[in-house]
Structure formats: structure tokens, C-alpha cells
């Protein structure tokens, strides 16, 4: 949660420094929002070359040393921005700018050997509900993390970066401390090779393919993330901290899911549940977008992030009990590419429809999309659609007893 919270706080401020930044040096709302696009962009590209490598150095190596490693370096860029904002702050954006592409390289590695050692710390008949827990962690750090960052700001930019130095610092700690079991050990392969296998166990499994390209489709065009400072600032007429209330709105929301979740979880028809939350997603976003009163916008944003709580729920436990744990380092980098192009290549879409558009049509939009998209893949991957229940999609050899 260390690690969350102070990733949260960091993206909060740096999101409110460039867009003001932009705005206070005579740019339009399009063209600040498209600058917000762009970081989501500079997060992207670096991820999207990397990440593949990530995953099999995460089946191949020992994934609580890539954990501790990739957390030292943010621990790192935390420092650099504080340093930066004291000593150069009329250079903040190409700061920014710096830090996303940096901080894209790490996503590539943290995120596939955190989520393949889950499987490593529970059993097999306890990963939904530990996804659950860890989902309740995640949107805990997500909703104190905004908000609190959006109050920091108002006594400058660095302390909001300081605070987040100082978590970094104690999410490594925690890090260090944690023992996980040995994982599966894999014979020595070639790095290609290794990762043409993940690719393809990707494409052959329906249920995963469509969960995770479900997820990329519906995010890409129905993320208002990015947009959220254009919002708070200039159509709803408020401030940072009403921003940080935006960003922690979704968490919220997912909070509360994410609770009920770990104590009563989803057993059947789990397939409809995803899809009939993804479309509550694409109805709240629309909302979202139509709304001119903060606290409608904020209530808009509550179900959204209560909808996708349940679709990341449903859709991490089908892909990681379908995966085989020799393979999880490789199918979770795998996901996390579709989940960060669906993220910051949604931040980047949203940037340029705004930028074309207006950030109120394209918003709008978006939740349409949204909603046309769950539709047409109910319809493209029907295996996913029925699923009945979580031990189904697990391989032969490892079915959950029910």
C-alpha cells in the first residue's frame, strides 16, 4: 500500500503541475490536456519495448530481487523530482517528461514479478479472494493518495514529492522484509524463445484473450484519467484539491467493491458479471463526462471505479488461475502491456480527442465506446461471456476443488 500511496500522490501533483504549468504560460484547455496525453505517451512507449523482456526475466530470475530493484529506482525518481522542483522549476515539464519514460522502463519488470508472486504466497483456492485483498490495498493507496496529494500541493511541489520519497522508502523496507517460497524453477531457455511461448499461450486461450483484450479496448476509449486536471479546473471550476477528490473518486468506489468482495466473492456466472460491469463502467462515464456539479462528477466516478473493481476482479482471476505458473512471469507482463496500453495509450487518446474534440465530447464518447465494445466482444469471445465459475479456466491438472 506504501508503494501505491506514494505513486498516487506523485501522479496527482505531477498531472496538476504540467497542466497548470501549461495553462499559466498562455496554452489553450486542448492543447494543455494534449500535453497531459503526451506523458501518458512518454509512459507507453517505454513499456510497450520492454515489457516482453520483463515477463520472461521475471519466470527466469528471482522475482523478489526485480521487486526490490525497481522500487530502489523509484525511490530514486521521487528524489530527482524534489530536487528538480527546488533547483529547476522552470524546467518541471521536461522534468515530467523525464520521469514517465523512466518510470514506463520500470513497469516493463514490477509489475509482472509482483503479480506472478502472488501465485507464489497463497493457495490455488485462495487467489480470488487474495486478489481481492490485494485489490483493497491497491484502491486504499488510490483513494488517500489522490486526495492527499492534491492538499500537498498547496504548499508546493515538492513536498508532495518528498512525502512520496519518503513511502518509496517504505514500501522497499516492507519489500525486503517479505519471504516468498521458492518459485518453479524453468530450464535455461533463449529470451525469444521464451517469450514467442507467452505470446502465443495468449493468443490460443479465448478466456484470456478476450479478458485482457476486453480490458484494452474499453479503457483505451472510455479513460478520462488523464483528463481529470482539464476538469477540475476549468469545467468544474476548482482547484488541486478538488482534483485529488476526483482521482481518489474511482478508488473509492473500488474500495467498497473490493471489501464486499473479499468477504462474499463472486462464485458463478462470473463472465456476466465482468461484461455487466463493464457496462455500468461505459453508462458512469458517460455521466461523468455530461456532468457540470463536482459532486455529481465525483458520484459518476464512484460507480465507474465500483464497475471496473469487479471486471479486474473477475478478469485477474481467470487469467491467472488459466495461466500456469512456469508462465505467469510472461502472461502477467503480457497483461500489463494490454492494461498499460488501455491506461497511458488511453491517457494519450483521450489527450488528442480532447485536443480535436474537447475534453466534454470526448469523454462522452468514450463511455459510448464503451458501451458498444462490451457488446461486440460478448459476441467475439463467447467462452468468456458464459464462464461460469473461476475453477473452469484453470488447466488440467490444476482445477480448484469445488
Known amino acids: 500500500m506504501l508503494w501505491t500511496l506514494g505513486t498516487q500522490i506523485q501522479i496527482t501533483a505531477m498531472g496538476w503541475q504540467v497542466y497548470d504549468m501549461a495553462r499559466a504560460r498562455g496554452d489553450s484547455i486542448e492543447q494543455g490536456a494534449f500535453l497531459l496525453g503526451l506523458i501518458g505517451l512518454s509512459q507507453f512507449l517505454p513499456l510497450l519495448i520492454l515489457s516482453l523482456l520483463g515477463g520472461q526475466a521475471a519466470d527466469r530470475f528471482d522475482r523478489r530481487l526485480i521487486i526490490l530493484g525497481c522500487i530502489a529506482l523509484k525511490v530514486g525518481i521521487a528524489a530527482a523530482l524534489v530536487i528538480a522542483s527546488h533547483y529547476a522549476p522552470a524546467s518541471m515539464i521536461m522534468a515530467i517528461f523525464g520521469v514517465a519514460i523512466v518510470t514506463g522502463m520500470l513497469n516493463a519488470f514490477l509489475p509482472a514479478a509482483s503479480s506472478a ?12 479472494q ?8 491497491f484502491q486504499g493507496g488510490s483513494i488517500i493518495g489522490p486526495a492527499l496529494g492534491g492538499l500537498l500541493f498547496h504548499f508546493g511541489p515538492a513536498i508532495p514529492y518528498s512525502v512520496s520519497f519518503a513511502l518509496f522508502c517504505g514500501g522497499w523496507l516492507l519489500a525486503f522484509l517479505t519471504k516468498a517460497p521458492a518459485q518453479e524453477k524453468l530450464d535455461s531457455g533463449r529470451t525469444l524463445a521464451m517469450i514467442k511461448e507467452g505470446l502465443l499461450y495468449v493468443r490460443d486461450n479465448k478466456i484470456v484473450l478476450g479478458a485482457l483484450s476486453l480490458d484494452l479496448a474499453v479503457v483505451l476509449l472510455a479513460g478520462a484519467t488523464a483528463l481529470l ?14 482534483l485529488g477528490v476526483l482521482r481518489s473518486a474511482s478508488a473509492v468506489g473500488a474500495g467498497l467493491v473490493s471489501i464486499i468482495l473479499a468477504i ?17 463502467f461505459g453508462f458512469a462515464t458517460l455521466g461523468f463526462g455530461l456532468s457540470i456539479n463536482l459532486w455529481l462528477s465525483v458520484a459518476c466516478l464512484v460507480i465507474a471505479g465500483a464497475a471496473d473493481m469487479i471486471s479486474v476482479y473477475v478478469r485477474s482471476s481467470l487469467v491467472q488461475l488459466a495461466t500456469p505458473d512456469a508462465m505467469r512471469g510472461r502472461v502477467s507482463a503480457i497483461s500489463y502491456v494490454f492494461i498499460s496500453a488501455s491506461n497511458e495509450m488511453g ?8 485536443r480535436l474534440l474537447g475534453p466534454v465530447t470526448a469523454v462522452v464518447a468514450g463511455g459510448i465506446g464503451a458501451i458498444l465494445i462490451a457488446g461486440a ?18 488447466p488440467e491438472g490444476q482445477k480448484i476443488n469445488p
Open 264 to 280: 462474499v466473492p463472486i462464485k458463478r456466472q462470473v463472465g456476466r458479471w465482468m461484461f455487466g460491469a463493464v457496462f455500468v
Open 229 to 242: 486536471p482539464v476538469f477540475a479546473r476549468d469545467i468544474l471550476q476548482a482547484g488541486p484539491t478538488a
Open 347 to 354: 491517457e494519450f487518446q483521450s489527450g488528442v480527442a480532447a
Open 130 to 137: 487474495a486478489i481481492a485483498l490485494m485489490s483493497l490495498s
Open 377 to 394: 466482444w460478448m459476441r467475439l469471445f463467447k467462452p468468456l461471456a458464459i464462464a461460469d465459475r473461476f475453477e473452469d479456466a484453470a
Open 117 to 128: 508472486m502472488v501465485s507464489n504466497l497463497v493457495p490455488r483456492d485462495a487467489l480470488p
